[in-house]
């Protein structure tokens, strides 16, 4: 409940902030523009031109929220949180293909990446749900919830697919229940399975590209048949685990 409205005032603005960030976008766009510059001093590419409309929106929209009492912000963070996903689900849909990933969404040349709007949104709603439920913060169906939150949108750019844009969810998702006051036991169990997680997956890359004549245990992890056993076993086991511990 928001109890007193705040004035709008630049007298305490942080104008260090707001030069270093001026300045690094135009350090960035200088690189852009170079690396599309030929050794005879030609300009092969006009990238630069979309860098600059994108760091003046984004400087103006810093700007703009910078001087919004943040707390108002929470009464819009489930339409948020649900307009991202909305937009994923679209981008999955009739999204446009670049890079091997159906990740852009737009006309012609003019689109956006939605899934990078999905990471402000998640740390909105999330931040809005583990106030809401702070007192509960040692319970395992709060922190699987705040799992959920973040994993809804994981998995609609993991489909895209982007991994590394879906990467980035899990420091978000780790950093905002430590700080929300999680049990440090439910922290280590989902940091332990996020690291078997990694291992298996490298393993299983290991077994492709580098030792392709490896042991047979290696068909745990290559066989599709197997791997689906090996998830839903793990899956279960994890389940059983966290009702058996709350």
Not at 45 to 54: A, D, F, L, T
Not at 93 to 107: E, F, Q, R
């Amino acid at each position: 409940m928001i109890k007193k409205r705040r004035e709008i005032s630049f007298q305490n603005y942080d104008l260090i902030l707001l030069l270093s960030v001026i300045i690094l976008s135009v350090i960035g766009i200088f690189f852009i523009y170079s690396s599309g510059v030929s050794s005879q001093g030609v300009s092969l590419s006009r990238e630069y031109i979309k860098q600059i409309v994108w760091v003046v929106t984004g400087i103006i929209l810093m700007i703009l929220f910078s001087i919004i009492d943040y707390r108002r912000l929470k009464l819009l963070a489930l339409l948020v949180f649900a307009g991202a996903v909305g937009l994923l689900f679209l981008t999955l849909l009739w999204g446009s293909v670049i890079n091997g990933a159906k990740s852009w969404l737009g006309i012609g040349t003019l689109g956006i990446q939605p899934s990078e709007f999905s990471k402000i949104a998640v740390i909105l709603f999330l931040a809005s749900f583990l106030e809401d439920n702070h007192k509960e913060m040692k319970s395992v169906k709060t922190i699987m919830l705040a799992f959920l939150i973040v994993g809804i949108p994981s998995s609609l750019i993991i489909l895209q697919p982007d991994l590394g844009t879906a990467m980035v969810m899990g420091p978000i998702f780790f950093a905002m229940i430590f700080i929300g006051g999680c049990d440090i036991k439910h922290l280590a169990f989902l940091l332990l399975t996020l690291f078997l997680v990694i291992f298996f997956t490298l393993f299983h890359a290991w077994n492709i590209y580098i030792n392709p004549n490896s042991m047979d245990i290696s068909r745990l992890f290559v066989e599709p048949k197997l791997i689906i056993s090996i998830i839903v076993i793990f899956a279960l086991l994890s389940i059983l685990s966290l009702i058996g511990y709350a």
